[in-house]
Each structure stands twice: as C-alpha cells, then as structure tokens.
C-alpha cells in the first residue's frame, strides 16, 4: 500500500534558526507531492507542490521542498524560521488516478520560541 | 477565508443522535471530499465525490453517509456514532482535471464530540 512517513514529531527551534522537515513516500508510479500547513487554529492551507520539472520548489513565506526521486523524499526547509512559522506541517503525496487522492503523513509540530 | 465553509463548528452529540455535516464551496470546484482528523493520527480521507459522483469511499462504517446534492455541497451523515468517532471533520475541494495536479482547499472543520 502506498504510504509517507514523516521522522519528526515535535521539532522546537529558536528563531532564526533553519529548519528541515523529512518526509519519505513509498513508490507508487508518478507521484505529485505537497506540504500543507495549519495554523494554530486555522485550516489545512497549502505551502508547496511539485508536479514536474525542477526539484527544487519554493513556496509561500520562504519555505521550500526538494524532490529527490532516487531517495523517495520530499524534505522541506528553512534557512532561517520565525516565530510566525509555528504550526503543524504535513507532508502530502498523491499518487492521482483521475482525482487527487492525497495520503497525509502524520504530521511535525513545530514550535519557534522567540 | 478559504471558500469553502463547513457548518456547524462544534457539535457534540449523544451516541443515539442523528446528525449532519454541512460543507459548502464557492470555488467552482468539481471534486469534494470529506477527511477525519484525531489526535495522534494522520489525516484520514473518508469520502471522494467527484462531479456529484463518489469515486471514493475508504472502508468508513456505515454510521458515516455522505451525500452530494451537487457540487457545491456536501453532507455528512451521522448516526449511532462511537466515543471514538470524536474528531475534527475537514472537507476540502478542488478542481480535478483527468491527471489530477491540483490543490485541494480546506474548510476549517467541524469538531466533533460523541458522548
């Protein structure tokens, strides 16, 4: 079964730190890849996609991913986090098949202390 | 403000109750979906409705009965829940051409409490 597996739970980082989230996808085929983000309090909105072409995608507030296809990964990063960034991020693959089927990882909270 | 709405917020009910789930999307979109979110577990899609069809339906019980009147709304149908079932229920919709590639928008969800 197709699956995406995220390796931190809880990451705290201070501000101005970098920040990376690892998410590894199991193969399935052409895969289109996401991250997603909540707010504290606020709806799933979506921070970066990469369909196709270059690896390297940047997204909203600074944010940006590197599909690295050898490696089944999708990480996302930082140079330098806010305490604004604090939130859950989610890695999101979807494998289509006529519609978006998105398999949601389970989830990093992060937390940036001033 | 996303464009797509879920009705009520909160809702908490009693095991023998009969509820439902409101979603609205005023995005033009043909694809709509219904996901549970719990505490320590991943984003969990239920329902797939694609063009007032449902394409998906991911070995959710019975107790749970979407419906799609059209593409602007969707419902979500509850009956006889279990304790277990309290969550928060996110719908989301999105503009689905035959390959896929497109991003899905969240409504904010409606938390759910089953006593």
């Known amino acids: 079964a197709q699956s995406v597996s995220q390796h931190n739970h809880h990451v705290i980082l201070s501000e101005a730190a970098s920040l990376e989230l690892g998410c590894n996808y199991s193969y399935g085929g052409t895969v289109n890849l996401f991250w997603y983000v909540q707010y504290p309090g606020q709806h799933l909105q979506l921070l970066l996609k990469?369909?196709?072409?270059d690896p390297l995608v940047k997204g909203i507030k600074g944010f940006e991913a590197e599909f690295i296809k050898s490696k089944f990964s999708f990480n996302l990063r930082k140079p330098s986090v806010q305490w604004s960034d604090t939130a859950e991020y989610f890695c999101?693959?979807?494998w289509g098949g006529g519609y978006n089927k998105l398999i949601f990882g389970a989830g990093t909270r992060l937390a940036v202390h001033p | 403000e996303t464009g797509v709405t879920q009705t009520p917020r909160h809702l908490v009910m009693g095991m023998t109750n009969k509820k439902s789930l409101k979603c609205e999307q005023h995005?033009?979109?043909?694809?709509m979906y219904w996901y549970k979110q719990s505490a320590k577990k991943p984003l969990e899609l239920m329902f797939v409705y694609s063009l007032e069809e449902r394409v998906e339906n991911n070995s959710v019980p019975s107790r749970f009965s979407p419906e799609c009147p059209n593409s602007s709304h969707l419902f979500l149908h509850l009956h006889t829940l279990q304790p277990e079932d309290s969550a928060l229920y996110l719908c989301?919709?999105?503009?689905?051409?035959?390959?896929?590639?497109?991003?899905?928008?969240f409504g904010a969800g409606t938390r759910l409490s089953v006593l």
């Open positions: 989301a919709s999105s503009q689905d051409p035959p390959e896929g590639k497109n991003i899905q928008y």
């Open positions: 999101a693959p979807d």
């Open positions: 995005l033009g979109h043909n694809a």
């Open positions: 990469y369909f196709s072409g």
